[in-house]
Nanobody, 119 residues
């Protein structure tokens, strides 16, 4: 069983920065990827960024050039550095970890952390 604990959300002004962290407990030795999703009020959850076991990275077009995802294997932690934040980045951000210990894949989600961009 994998548990995820997120931190780093908050209220910032447009143009500001935040850094989200997501620490995993339990075994993620069969990691497929770690990533971040977000869900704004009235909208579907959407991918923000993922980083694979092999360190391949994908970003949503809306955050390219502004957000950076990284991973610390020793700490089993994934980070999302968010710069040049815009009001449309306001959402609950969720950490996601996918593992494949056997034939099947398993997804785990954090509890979510609120990010609000407002002046």
């Amino acid at each position: 069983q994998v548990q995820l604990v997120e931190s780093g959300g908050g209220l910032v002004q447009p143009g500001g920065s935040l850094r989200l962290s997501c620490a995993a407990s339990g075994s993620i030795s069969s990691l497929v990827f770690m990533g971040w999703y977000r869900q704004a009020p009235g909208k579907q959850r959407e991918l923000v960024a993922i980083i694979t076991r092999g360190l391949n990275i994908n970003y949503a077009d809306s955050v390219k050039g502004r957000f950076t995802i990284s991973r610390d294997n020793a700490k089993k932690t994934v980070y999302l550095q968010m710069n040049s934040l815009k009001p449309e980045d306001t959402a609950v951000y969720y950490c996601n970890v996918r593992i494949r210990p056997t034939y099947f894949e398993y997804d785990y989600w954090g509890q979510g952390t609120q990010v609000t961009i407002s002046s």
